[in-house]
């Protein structure tokens, strides 16, 4: 009999006197938890709510884009009934953004939608979850670590939103924080501790050293808990591609939490780790020693900041692997190549960081050596996509809401890395650096990719989190809207970069005559549909009518980012109403899927299995010649029957 078959013959009592013996208050089970789903249901309701408010960010960022010099609607109404009135007369008086809040909200949307709500959801939070159940282990190997890690990260992220409120507003120079810009940023004030820059630090070092406990928790569960007959080769690729971003994470933050350190220094004690001789600020010269160097801090950050952008997305790849076998009742092909491919990912991405410094003057021989490893990289990145595709031939498709977002992420993450080839050439990167083509190139990456894999990963692991599935038609109307407005957002970033918009012109270019002028053929099928509605844009300085030049898919972009933003309403509704109201599963299986998660009990209780799990296969063995059913779960012995019950108490 298999593990999870005796699991069902287990009577209510031994269950109940389980949890009886593991009795604790309602403040240590739910809030100072040291269970790993408990962490990670923690981790992921903060970094949505990260991501909430980051979009927010954006949001009023595309108004000042598409209306520039205009009062946003019901801002004033908001201030008053927040009792922000101070706040919003200095930074956007009459609701005008100004271009000091958009620098602000420019900075921090970066930093929260990157360091806040990305990492933290794809690998703490699945991660957290998922991995520990995926290998039969009963928590992860350092409980108390696990939870300092999530307390590191909320106080970071609460550092974060506290600067909103000093006289000085947030930190101001962009997510990447650049010296000596950053270090001589808001010094025009008594206590430079209580500004944004720094407490843009501080929060960084927070929020570094929890992604360092966790990497080093995930890294030791999955080394030494595996349970028996886990071996490497049986492990699902979801936790593999766990193990690399945390070796990413565990290499490449340090010199993070170096820079943010160094910088600090500069900033309160007068050193110039980063500083050069001679800097003027305010047309005064700065009274430091001298002799640092600004590209120091640009390698330190990059060095963290090429292999980031795998932390985000091998989660959402390792998700959407979990998702199409479950529902396309056929093995993961490719399994062993797709673990090769993320490990060739982990290195070769360590040795690419320079790609992004192209304008710093580096020779050819370097510049050439940074081109070659940046083309060479996309390979496992290819080799990842096709396996997921050629997974998808011949399968009998349940398009569920989980399945149409693991579908939809990749050709959006096709997009995303093609256009990110030509930027892999220093000769191409010199016209397009700064551009909204690396904004549409990065974002068609991180948003229709990633967070596509993340939702996949919301609606397939529900059921076996709450023991509920999510409303689908409520699914469908989150689906659909967030892929038609995902791509009228991003896409005419593409076609603006090429055209020259830069990325922080915070009225969208209007103070340029380049940009006020230049038509293309979709900036005139968007400008003639926009005169149907009524709909015509002016050039605030001469007051020309300029609604077929390419100023017309500011507005376009900007009416995509608000009704993305009302597609999420579904989501949010359906997610918190589902836990109660939600169909109720009537197996601890419901996908009928081969993993181990789904051998625990629904929801898993303290410990997670009911008796000790055993492999027996490998992970996703579906549709196998001469079985009885179209899946034959890991964890089933030879010749023993599939069984399909619940193990949870009812609620």
Known sequence: ??????????????????????????????????????????????????????????????????????????????????????????????????????????????????????????????????????????????????????????????????????????????????????TTAQIDVKDLFWTGQTQWLMAMVMLISSSLLGAVNFITTLLNLRCKGMTWMRMPFFCWAMLVTAFLLLLAFPPLEVAAILQLFDRLFGSSFFLPTGLVEANRHLDIAGGGSPLLYQHLFWFLGHPEVYVLILPAIAIVAEVIPANIRRPLWGHRTMIYAALVLGFLSFIVWAHHMYLTGMGSVVSTFFQITTVLISVPSVILLTCLMISLWGGSIRFNTAMLFACAFLPMFGIGGLTGLPLAFSYIDLFLHDTYYVIGHFHYVVAPGTIFGLF??????????????????????????????????????????????????????????????????????????????????????????????????????????????????????????????????????????????WATPTPPGHGNFLEEPVVYRQPYEYSVPGAETDYTPSWLPEGAKVEEKLTHASH
């Open 456 to 597: 996949a990963g919301v609606y397939h692991w529900y059921p076996k989190i709450t023991g509920r599935f999510m409303n689908e038609k409520a699914g469908r109307l989150h689906f659909w809207p967030s892929l038609v407005f995902m791509n009228l957002l991003f896409a005419p970033m593409l076609v603006q970069g090429m055209a020259g918009f830069h990325r922080r012109w915070h009225d969208g270019g209007a103070a340029f005559e380049g940009t006020t002028h230049g038509t293309m053929w979709i900036s005139e099928i968007v400008g003639g549909v926009f005169r149907l509605f009524g709909f015509t844009m002016l050039d605030p300085n001469t007051g020309k009518d300029i609604t077929d030049t390419l100023m017309i898919l500011n507005p376009l972009m900007s009416f995509a980012a608000w009704g993305l933003a009302l597609s999420q309403i579904p989501f949010i509704l359906n997610l918190f109403l589902s836990i109660k109201g939600g169909k109720k599963v009537t197996s601890d299986n419901p996908w009928h899927a081969t993993t181990l998660e």
């Open 1 to 182: 009999m298999s593990s999870a078959t005796a699991t069902h013959d287990h009577s209510h009592a031994d269950h109940a006197h389980e949890h009886d013996h593991h009795q604790q208050s309602w403040l240590y089970k739910y809030i100072f938890s040291t269970d790993h789903k408990v962490i990670g249901i923690q981790y992921g309701f903060t970094a949505m709510a990260f991501l909430l408010f980051g979009f927010f960010l954006m949001m009023v960022m595309r108004w000042s884009i598409a209306f520039p010099g205009e009062g946003m609607p019901i801002v004033k109404q908001v201030f008053h009934w927040t009792g922000l009135n101070l706040l919003g007369e200095r930074w956007a008086p009459g609701g005008v953004v100004t271009p000091e809040l958009y620098n602000m909200f420019g900075a921090m949307h970066g930093t929260i939608m990157v360091f806040l709500g990305i990492v933290p959801l794809g690998f703490a939070a699945f991660g957290n979850y998922v991995m520990p159940l995926q290998i039969g282990a009963v928590d992860m190997a350092f409980p108390k670590l696990n939870a300092w890690s999530y307390w590191l990260y909320f106080i970071g992220g609460l550092m974060m939103m506290m600067s909103f409120f000093l006289p000085t507003g947030a930190a101001q120079v962009g997510w990447t924080n650049y010296s000596p810009l950053a």
